[in-house]
């Protein structure tokens, strides 16, 4: 089958394709894409589940570590001011960790624009689709309403002038036929009328769901900088209670970062499926919907040599026609217009139409072509299975190092916390406060020194 324009499936797709997949038996399943097959889903949602067995571990790490720090630390010295060894070491660990987390919220939002940017591709070709077969339906419309139109009102006032002479009669009534003809001729080329499948709505549809899946993923990336960013001012700080708060924030964007991850590779891996082979799938998905034939869809979406243009013999056929019409047209007007002259404007308003018709038709010529419609499936093709897909790696890429930067700075908040200083709650309160207990205790020694 013929590659759209521009579009040859990339080295991630491939990688992607190759991956093995199995369904809940642990059967293997094909890796053609096949969104209806109960295989096909199961694979999918294997992959899926493989991140909540990956969250599922971190957090037994996570608890397996806090409890080992818990039950087995040193007793302190009572009146020891000294840090406890490797304190900074589990600091600096942290503020690393964090800081890996900020670099993948820089890479997720890259990722995420990328992925907007090819569905944005995406829905451009399927808006400029459907004006493409908007102009051919509105062509074929006003040029047959036209046509009939002067058979109805000008050609029968001509037969009605020009009864006198018998064979300029007959030419009239052969530029009728031919009129007749090209009409039913053209009718036939609006082949996308009546179909229940819009391109527009479809176009609508991807549209709504990218703006949510857009929001979310900036939600969920401003999240996970103002947890970074308040843990690592509560460490500056030194402020216990401001890292518990954010220790606990890190565990919900640890369980979103997870979640994510799965569906992110599900995707990434479902699309590479389409991808590696999307002709076949579109092929057979836009017959089932539309009920076009297979000359019609293969011409459109192959677009090769080896394809013929179904609509030729039609196009042909009203080519010639017109020709026969133009003419019939200038033979009557040399006959009849001498000796009728109430037959002059008829003829002009026939002229008038035919070269409307005729500059209608050249236009159904060229939106007929696979060219424009090919081009706008290799645009969607494009947008969909490069920028997209680059994207949903990048958020892919996000969601990993956000979940180990996120994993190890919960390992070490505990440790961090604890070697805070006992007088933290209290590092902001004024030395003059007379609720600062360190201030009352000063006043209580004055009064019994008086």
Same mark, same amino acid.
């Given at each position: 089958?013929?590659?759209?324009?521009?579009?040859?499936?990339?080295?991630?797709?491939?990688?992607?394709?190759?991956?093995?997949?199995?369904?809940?038996?642990?059967?293997?399943?094909?890796?053609?894409?096949?969104?209806?097959?109960?295989?096909?889903?199961?694979?999918?949602?294997?992959?899926?589940?493989?991140?909540?067995?990956?969250?599922?571990?971190?957090?037994?790490?996570?608890? !397996?570590?806090?409890?080992?720090?818990?039950?087995?630390?040193?007793?302190?010295?009572?009146?020891?001011?000294?840090?406890?060894?490797?304190?900074?070491?589990?600091?600096?660990?942290?503020?690393?960790?964090?800081?890996?987390?900020?670099?993948?919220?820089?890479?997720?939002?890259?990722?995420?624009?990328?992925?907007?940017?090819?569905?944005?591709?995406?829905?451009?070709?399927?808006?400029?689709?459907?004006?493409?077969?908007?102009?051919?339906?509105?062509?074929?419309?006003?040029?047959?309403?036209?046509?009939?139109?002067?058979?109805?009102?000008?050609?029968?006032?001509?037969?009605?002038?020009?009864?006198?002479?018998?064979?300029?009669?007959?030419?009239?009534?052969?530029?009728?036929?031919?009129?007749?003809?090209?009409?039913?001729?053209?009718?036939?080329?609006?082949?996308?009328?009546?179909?229940?499948?819009?391109?527009?709505?479809?176009?609508?549809?991807?549209?709504?769901?990218?703006?949510?899946?857009?929001?979310?993923?900036?939600?969920?990336?401003?999240?996970?900088?103002?947890?970074?960013?308040?843990?690592?001012?509560?460490?500056?700080?030194?402020?216990?209670?401001?890292?518990?708060?954010?220790? !606990?924030?890190?565990?919900?964007?640890?369980?979103?970062?997870?979640? @994510?991850?799965?569906?992110?590779?599900?995707?990434?891996?479902?699309?590479?499926?389409?991808?590696?082979?999307?002709?076949?799938?579109?092929?057979?998905?836009?017959?089932?919907?539309?009920?076009?034939?297979?000359?019609?869809?293969?011409?459109?979406?192959?677009?090769?040599?080896?394809?013929?243009?179904?609509?030729?013999?039609?196009?042909?056929?009203?080519?010639?026609?017109?020709?026969?019409?133009? @003419?019939?047209?200038?033979?009557?007007?040399?006959?009849?217009?001498?000796?009728?002259?109430?037959?002059?404007?008829?003829?002009?308003?026939?002229?008038?139409?035919?070269?409307?018709?005729?500059?209608?038709?050249?236009?159904?010529?060229?939106?007929?072509?696979?060219?424009?419609?090919?081009?706008?499936?290799?645009?969607?093709?494009?947008?969909?299975?490069?920028?997209?897909?680059?994207?949903?790696?990048?958020?892919?890429?996000?969601?990993?190092?956000?979940?180990?930067?996120?994993?190890?700075?919960?390992?070490?908040?505990?440790?961090?916390?604890?070697?805070?200083?006992? @007088?933290?709650?209290?590092?902001?309160?004024?030395?003059?406060?007379?609720?600062?207990?360190?201030?009352?205790?000063?006043?209580?020694?004055?009064?019994?020194?008086?």
């Amino acid at each position: 089958m013929g590659a759209p324009p521009g579009y040859r499936p990339s080295a991630w797709v491939h990688l992607l394709h190759q991956l093995p997949r199995a369904d809940f038996q642990l059967r293997p399943v094909p890796s053609g894409f096949a969104p209806r097959e109960q295989e096909y889903q199961q694979a999918l949602l294997l992959l899926a589940a493989l991140a909540g067995l990956g969250l599922g571990l971190s957090l037994i790490v996570i608890a !397996v570590y806090l409890i080992r720090f818990c039950c087995c630390r040193a007793p302190e010295l009572p009146g020891s001011k000294s840090p406890s060894p490797g304190g900074g070491c589990v600091t600096w660990s942290c503020i690393a960790a964090l800081l890996v987390g900020c670099a993948g919220i820089g890479i997720g939002f890259y990722g995420n624009s990328e992925t907007s940017d090819g569905v944005s591709q995406l829905s451009s070709a399927l808006l400029h689709a459907n004006h493409t077969l908007s102009a051919i339906d509105h062509l074929v419309l006003e040029t047959v309403e036209r046509l009939g139109e002067a058979v109805r009102t000008e050609l029968t006032t001509l037969e009605e002038v020009l009864e006198q002479r018998t064979e300029l009669v007959a030419a009239a009534r052969g530029a009728r036929r031919q009129a007749e003809a090209v009409a039913q001729q053209l009718q036939g080329l609006a082949f996308w009328q009546g179909v229940p499948l819009s391109p527009l709505q479809v176009a609508e549809d991807v549209s709504f769901v990218e703006e949510y899946r857009w929001l979310a993923y900036v939600l969920l990336l401003l999240l996970e900088l103002l947890v970074c960013l308040f843990t690592l001012l509560g460490l500056a700080k030194q402020s216990k209670w401001l890292v518990i708060v954010m220790t !606990v924030m890190s565990l919900l964007v640890l369980i979103l970062s997870w979640g @994510s991850m799965g569906l992110e590779a599900a995707a990434a891996v479902a699309l590479s499926d389409f991808c590696s082979n999307p002709d076949t799938y579109i092929l057979n998905l836009t017959q089932e919907e539309t009920g076009l034939s297979s000359d019609i869809l293969n011409y459109y979406f192959l677009c090769n040599q080896a394809v013929s243009n179904p609509f030729q013999q039609r196009l042909t056929v009203s080519q010639r026609a017109l020709a026969s019409i133009h @003419s019939q047209l200038q033979g009557l007007e040399r006959e009849a217009a001498p000796q009728f002259p109430s037959a002059q404007k008829p003829l002009l308003s026939l002229e008038e139409t035919l070269n409307v018709t005729e500059g209608n038709f050249h236009q159904l010529v060229a939106l007929l072509h696979c060219r424009g419609l090919h081009k706008d499936y290799g645009a969607a093709l494009r947008g969909l299975c490069e920028d997209a897909l680059e994207g949903l790696l990048f958020l892919l890429l996000f969601s990993l190092l956000s979940a180990g930067a996120l994993a190890t700075a919960l390992c070490s908040l505990p440790r961090a916390w604890a070697l805070f200083p006992p @007088s933290d709650d209290y590092d902001d309160t004024d030395d003059d406060d007379p609720f600062n207990p360190q201030e009352s205790k000063r006043f209580v020694q004055w009064q019994s020194s008086i």
